[in-house]
């Protein structure tokens, strides 16, 4: 299931060694769907799309297992077959479109220039922005479009106990929520022990890391 020439782990190994070697930096990309999604891109980029196909999937467990490469379009395709051959598949709804819609982010809130993402309590009450939200998750997520310059989302988020990414536009103050001092000594040492070259990814979510 899912065979991959070998030679792509080699190769990779290369320019692994070649980036400790030189002291760069390396930028690991799929697709690139989730560019936008980044304080910062930086590093020669690495394609991780040559090492792909699932490796094991188990319908009775929910579980799968897939290669970083693997396209989600891949992944949805063996879901799909297999509810054809359990006969299991839904015939498709309004609620079915509405879900993948959100999932791949079409709704048409999603076509705004400035975007935010609020990470919240589910059972919080509405946060002090005059938006109409769009409610995900059981109201753990809660998405605004065109939010007014002047409303201090981020403060807004944290009177509420919660979070605030900035989607889509111009980021004031950087993309994802800052972190607090201890948070941030934590990230920091995470990052010097999985990647003790800094090697991958510089800069992609907390600047200067």
Same mark, same amino acid.
């Given at each position: 299931?899912?065979?991959?020439?070998?030679?792509?782990?080699?190769?990779?190994?290369?320019?692994?060694?070649?980036?400790?070697?030189?002291?760069?930096?390396?930028? /690991?990309?799929?697709?690139?769907?989730?560019?936008?999604?980044?304080?910062?891109?930086?590093?020669?980029?690495?394609?991780?799309?040559?090492?792909?196909?699932?490796?094991?999937?188990?319908?009775?467990?929910?579980?799968?297992?897939?290669?970083?490469?693997?396209?989600?379009?891949?992944?949805?395709?063996?879901?799909?077959?297999?509810?054809?051959?359990?006969?299991?598949?839904?015939?498709?709804?309004?609620?079915?479109?509405?879900?993948?819609?959100?999932?791949?982010?079409?709704?048409?809130?999603?076509?705004?220039?400035?975007?935010?993402?609020?990470?919240?309590?589910?059972?919080?009450?509405?946060?002090?922005?005059?938006?109409?939200? /769009?409610?995900?998750?059981?109201?753990?997520?809660?998405?605004?479009?065109?939010?007014?310059?002047?409303?201090?989302?981020?403060?807004?988020?944290?009177?509420?106990?919660?979070?605030?990414?900035?989607?889509?536009?111009?980021?004031?103050?950087?993309?994802?929520?800052?972190?607090?001092?201890?948070?941030?000594?934590?990230?920091?040492? /995470?990052?010097?022990?999985?990647?003790?070259?800094?090697?991958?990814?510089?800069?992609?979510?907390?600047?200067?890391?």
């Amino acid at each position: 299931m899912g065979e991959v020439d070998e030679s792509v782990l080699e190769g990779w190994r290369e320019r692994l060694a070649s980036a400790r070697r030189n002291r760069s930096t390396l930028r /690991l990309r799929g697709s690139g769907t989730k560019d936008f999604y980044a304080e910062g891109l930086e590093g020669e980029v690495m394609d991780l799309r040559g090492w792909h196909g699932i490796v094991d999937y188990e319908p009775s467990e929910l579980v799968i297992s897939v290669r970083c490469g693997t396209p989600l379009s891949e992944v949805e395709a063996a879901l799909a077959a297999r509810e054809r051959i359990g006969g299991d598949a839904v015939a498709t709804s309004v609620a079915e479109n509405f879900w993948s819609a959100l999932r791949h982010y079409r709704l048409p809130l999603f076509a705004a220039d400035n975007i935010w993402r609020l990470s919240l309590p589910p059972a919080a009450a509405p946060a002090d922005i005059p938006v109409e939200p /769009l409610i995900d998750w059981g109201g753990a997520l809660r998405w605004y479009a065109n939010v007014p310059a002047e409303i201090a989302v981020r403060e807004r988020a944290g009177a509420a106990q919660g979070t605030a990414l900035h989607w889509r536009g111009a980021p004031p103050g950087g993309r994802f929520q800052p972190l607090s001092p201890v948070i941030a000594r934590l990230h920091r040492r /995470l990052k010097e022990h999985f990647d003790p070259d800094a090697i991958f990814n510089p800069g992609r979510l907390i600047a200067g890391l």
